[in-house]
């Protein structure tokens, strides 16, 4: 599992971290009850706090995407095939949202940008 820390952007290491674990089992590079790294051992790896990584892995359990067993380590949970059309859904409109604010500063017209997707659809 490769995790990269980007110290330059503005977003929080543990969201980085919880990130990229969390692309990592949606697109299936990390599969069901693939073992993760012990979060000492991740905190190790990446030069960051333990509480860090903690906050991370304790985001991705509370969302489902982890689970725990006492002694043995976290690992991927099950994919919950709803959880996942949320996310997608959630990751679908901020697109939009953004899609609307460069339209908007172009001066674009809702049939322009109607029109915009309906030609992209069809390709």
Do not use: W
Not at 13 to 38: H, V
Not at 53 to 64: D, F, N, P, Q
């Amino acid at each position: 599992m490769n995790i990269y820390i980007d110290n330059k952007t503005g977003t929080p290491i543990y969201d980085q971290i919880y990130t990229q674990i969390k692309n990592q089992i949606i697109s299936g590079k990390l599969a069901e009850d693939d073992p993760l790294p012990s979060i000492r051992n991740l905190a190790k790896d990446l030069k960051i706090s333990v509480i860090t990584t903690k906050r991370a892995y304790e985001e991705l359990e509370r969302e489902g995407f982890i689970y725990t067993l006492q002694g043995k380590g976290c690992f991927v949970a099950k994919k919950n095939v709803e959880l996942l059309r949320e996310e997608n859904l959630k990751s679908i409109e901020e697109h939009i949202q953004e899609i609307r604010k460069i339209a908007a500063a172009e001066n674009l017209s809702n049939n322009e940008l109607l029109e915009i997707f309906r030609i992209n659809l069809e390709e």
